[in-house]
């Protein structure tokens, strides 16, 4: 059932990538695997699956150290500060850097284990009150300033678009991801790529890519629905 749902997704992929003239090596499925026990983790890696998504630090902790070594994990989730240094060597991207001083908290900590740490900025692109992220108009100057720091290489954007019943009403919102990227990348910072952009969930994937997402961040679709009382 498990296997049946990624396929299902991988083939969605497929098409969106199909009907926008995009390479499907060009999209990276992350396998958001917050609050569902190892076993299914495991079950999901033994059919070829190596990039998880996870966004609590003990979550990543925890299965970083129950599971194979192979796998690819991103940390997708509000990091606080105090927290960096656990995660820090067990990450392979972190997607939700939205302030100059959690950047240099992971400078400092990956100074130290002499790790150069892989990031993208999360812009709040819809402007929403309850989301996390810097603003659109404050990107190009956080960009700026964490590309000053020797020990973090910035990737490219995320975001996480708002809550809607239909997923068009989010294509404004990855377009304008995108043109953020493009506008920054025409800049030609050293130290500055903006070849990844994390957008697009179960609800909204197939529209993300056909605005240009390189990473879809996919729970839900995958692992069915999540239970928080049970965790
Ligand atoms: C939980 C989560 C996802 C996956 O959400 P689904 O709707 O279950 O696909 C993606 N991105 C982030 C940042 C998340 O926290």
Redesign the pocket.
């Known amino acids: 059932m498990l296997k049946d749902n990624f396929d299902k997704v991988n083939a969605n992929i497929q098409a969106a990538c199909d009907r926008a003239g995009r390479n499907r090596e060009d999209v990276t499925l992350i396998a ?1 695997s ?1 609050t569902k026990p190892i076993q299914m983790l495991q079950e999901a890696y033994d059919f070829g699956v190596r990039v998880f ?1 996870e ?1 609590k630090v003990q979550e990543i902790v925890d299965k970083y150290e129950a599971l194979p070594k192979d796998i690819s994990w991103h940390m ?2 509000h990091l606080q500060r105090n927290k960096v240094k656990y995660i820090i060597d067990k990450v392979d991207m972190i997607h939700s850097v939205d302030s100059l001083r959690l950047a240099e908290t992971i400078e400092k900590e990956a100074a130290k284990k002499d790790l150069i740490i892989k990031i993208l900025i999360e812009v709040n692109v819809a402007k929403e009150e309850s989301k996390f992220g810097v603003m659109p108009e404050k990107v190009e100057e956080l960009v700026s300033h964490v590309s000053q720091l020797p020990h973090i290489r910035i990737c490219g954007l995320m975001t ?1 678009a708002p809550f809607v019943e239909n997923p068009e009403e989010n294509r404004i919102y990855f377009n304008r991801l995108r043109n953020i990227a493009v506008d920054i990348e025409r800049k030609k910072s050293d130290n500055v790529i903006m070849s990844i952009l994390s957008m697009g ?3 909204d994937y197939e529209v993300a890519i056909e605005e240009g997402s390189t990473m879809v ?5 995958l692992f069915g629905a999540r239970n928080y009382n049970q965790v």
């Open positions: 958001v917050k998504g966004n997708i989730g996480i969930m179960t609800n961040r996919v729970g839900t679709g």
